[in-house]
């Protein structure tokens, strides 16, 4: 019987000559070196998709040669159940053998699979300095400018294989968050310091404010006391002149009110003749003011009724200039006509 994995071959003897091998010492061993010779003919390229698929399905054969083996050995006849012993040791003898082998196909591309997962599993690591949610803007400036100096440090080559693009697009676009976040947080530290001095500031103004305070009312009550007896003294030594001096002020202000009086009433008198002296007069610029402007307004009427007349005169001696009447009769008919402007006549 022969099995095919594409060009690759394993080669079993048919299912009737099988029980054979088993019945005679060596035979299985002897199968089992032939799969393994034949195996040993065939090479693959692990590092190809097709190569290590090409492994894998050679080395399925292996397992499916091992099975067809068992099936035969389960199958041998009731005379061969009295050498199970035998036949399973030699059997055993068979799966381990193969089933090494099959480990062994397999191996280089399990191994090559695994070294590739682990150099991309590296790479992936490696890009895990460019995480963009390692540190934000709140986080304090000195480990933002760290960070960005160990990303700085990091050097993209061609070591980096398939990953370089990735690498340095990351890093940059690292560097450009982390460096805003940088200018961020140094801008809101700067205000921090600042808000910390003026708050130290104020402290200290505040202490040198209470101090003082505390000293000037030290002094103020000292001095409000020495005040206050010197003007306990002085008040004892006023109120005497105050009374001595009571009467004589009382005195003198009765004869200065008096002699106020007497000035007030004076020059009250004074400015009432004033006043009446300026009321005349008043009324005199009025009475000679009014006859003037009644004088000029007659006038300016006169002068206005003389030029009113002197031009309906005008219009009328020109009207009838212009109709060249041909008697007094023809003349009067106008005017009562109404031609001649300004005249009407009664009828």
Avoid: C
């Avoid at 193969?98 to 191996?107: C, E, F, N, V, Y």
């Avoid at 890009?127 to 304090?140: I, K, M, N, R, T």
């Amino acid at each position: 019987m022969a099995e095919e994995t594409g060009t690759d071959l394993i080669t079993l003897p048919s299912k009737e000559e099988l029980p054979a091998y088993f019945k005679r010492d060596g035979g299985i061993e002897e199968l089992v070196s032939k799969i393994e010779a034949e195996a040993g003919k065939v090479e693959h390229d692990v590092s190809t998709a097709k190569g290590r698929k090409a492994a894998r399905s050679f080395a399925s054969k292996v397992s499916k040669s091992k099975t067809v083996l068992e099936d035969v050995r389960k199958s041998i006849t009731e005379e061969w159940r009295q050498k199970t012993a035998e036949v399973n040791a030699r059997g055993k003898v068979a799966v381990e053998r193969l089933d090494a082998l099959r480990d062994k196909i397999k191996k280089p591309a399990d191994d090559y699979e695994q070294k590739e997962a682990d150099r991309q599993a590296k790479h992936m690591r490696a890009l895990d300095q460019f995480d963009l949610e390692q540190l934000d803007s709140h986080a304090p400036s000195f480990e933002l400018k760290a960070l960005i100096e160990r990303i700085e440090a990091v050097e993209i080559n061609d070591s980096w294989e398939e990953f370089e693009g990735d690498a340095r697009e990351q890093k940059a676009a690292a560097l450009t968050k982390f460096k805003s976040d940088l200018g961020i947080a140094e801008q809101r530290e700067a205000q921090e310091r600042e808000l910390e001095e003026l708050r130290k500031e104020k402290a200290e103004r505040e202490a040198k404010e209470a101090e003082a305070a505390a000293k000037a009312e030290e002094e103020a009550a000292a001095k409000a006391a020495e005040e206050q007896r010197a003007k306990e003294k002085a008040d004892a030594e006023q109120k005497a002149r105050e009374e001595a001096e009571a009467a004589a002020k009382a005195r003198e202000e009765r004869l200065a009110r008096e002699k106020e009086e007497a000035e007030e009433r004076h020059r009250q008198e004074l400015e009432a003749a004033k006043a009446r002296e300026l009321e005349a007069a008043a009324a005199e610029r009025k009475r000679i003011a009014d006859e003037k402007r009644e004088a000029e307004e007659a006038e300016a009427q006169r002068k206005a009724d003389a030029e009113h007349r002197k031009a309906i005169t005008a219009e009328i001696v020109a009207a009838i200039t212009a109709a060249k009447p041909r008697s007094y009769e023809h003349l009067i008919d106008m005017m009562i006509d109404g031609e001649i402007p300004h005249v009407k006549v009664a009828v």
